[in-house]
């Protein structure tokens, strides 16, 4: 019985080692740090009156967020804790992401899935910041680094929320089961 217990507790962190636990509360704008600032306006010129910001907590670190519509797309700017800037992930629908692109994810969710629904898709842009501004300023097409989607999967144990994130050519670069944040309030 003991050798049973030992072996469960030692098991015990790898179960853990592909979740990810994270929480947004939200912040204002004179509390972001100078440098992200900065690396909004030259981004994007004059922010949109609508824009939101998030101090993202995770399991051992924390980050910044900025959310908000820049040209008909819902836009995710982040940046580590010091304000230097991570990843830009901008909102598609699945159903407008190119064919030759999408069959390659499928195929790779229906190997891991026996059903599953995804619920966002987000170009992933990273670089160095000229390159990306000049790229959301010129009106160009987006080239996304990758691809990151949320989807509910079933995989035999149920239905449980996954993040994957992918190469242009389907290749799971990173895949974290979520685990949801409890509520604050009640929904009824």
């Not at 966002?120 to 009106?139: F, M, N, S, V």
């Not at 987006?142 to 691809?147: E, N």
């Amino acid at each position: 019985m003991e050798k049973i217990s030992l072996t469960l507790l030692l098991l015990l962190p790898f179960g853990l080692l592909a979740q990810k636990v994270e929480f947004e509360k939200r912040s204002r704008y004179d509390k972001l740090p100078p440098a992200m600032q900065e690396s909004l306006q030259a981004l994007y010129g004059q922010l949109p009156k609508r824009a939101k910001f998030y101090q993202e907590y995770q399991k051992e670190s924390y980050s910044y967020e900025a959310k908000f519509r820049y040209r008909g797309h819902c836009h995710s700017v982040e940046y580590d804790a010091q304000g230097q800037l991570e990843d830009i992930e901008v909102r598609q629908k699945w159903k407008k992401l190119a064919p030759e692109i999408r069959q390659p994810i499928e195929q790779a969710l229906a190997q891991q899935f026996k059903r599953y629904r995804i619920r966002k898709l987000q170009l992933q842009l990273t670089g160095p910041e000229q390159d990306l501004a000049q790229q959301l300023q010129t009106h160009k097409l987006l080239i996304p680094s990758a691809y990151e989607l949320i989807i509910k999967g079933n995989d035999g144990q149920g239905w449980q929320l996954w993040e994957f994130l992918f190469t242009a050519e389907g290749q799971i670069l990173r895949q974290e089961q979520l685990i949801e944040a409890s509520s604050w309030q009640l929904d009824y």
